[in-house]
Nanobody, 123 residues
Framework: QVQLVESGGGLVQAGGSLRLSCAAS????????MGWFRQAPGKEREFVAA????????YYADSVKGRFTVSGDNAKNTWYLQMNSLKPEDTAVYYC????????????????WGQGTQVTVSS
């Protein structure tokens, strides 16, 4: 069992930055692939970014490529999503996810989810 707790969400103006954190209750590096997803009101949960289980590869949705960066701190069992140049369309609840697959790029059949953190970008 892995518990994930997100933090770092908030209200920011367009063009601003936020860093989301996802703290895991146990060691996840090398055992789980980690991903970030988001869900806006009335929309399905969508993929944002991910790190492969090996930690050697990162993946991004086209909508965030060049603006968002995913990383991890093995010593702290914590994952991060650095979000720069935020846009109003980035407004959503952001979730981190952990899964035993090699990589997570879809929301279906994910092993573990965090509770989510709200990100609101004002224009």
């Amino acid at each position: 069992q892995v518990q994930l707790v997100e933090s770092g969400g908030g209200l920011v103006q367009a063009g601003g930055s936020l860093r989301l954190s996802c703290a895991a209750s146990r060691r996840t590096f090398s055992n789980y692939a980690m991903g970030w997803f988001r869900q806006a009101p009335g929309k399905e949960r969508e993929f944002v970014a991910a790190i492969s289980r090996s930690g050697g590869s990162t993946y991004y949705a086209d909508s965030v490529k060049g603006r968002f960066t995913v990383s991890g701190d093995n010593a702290k069992n914590t994952w991060y999503l650095q979000m720069n140049s935020l846009k109003p369309e980035d407004t959503a609840v952001y979730y981190c996810a952990a899964d035993r697959r090699l990589i997570i790029t879809t929301a279906s059949q994910v092993d573990y989810w965090g509770q989510g953190t709200q990100v609101t970008v004002s224009s």
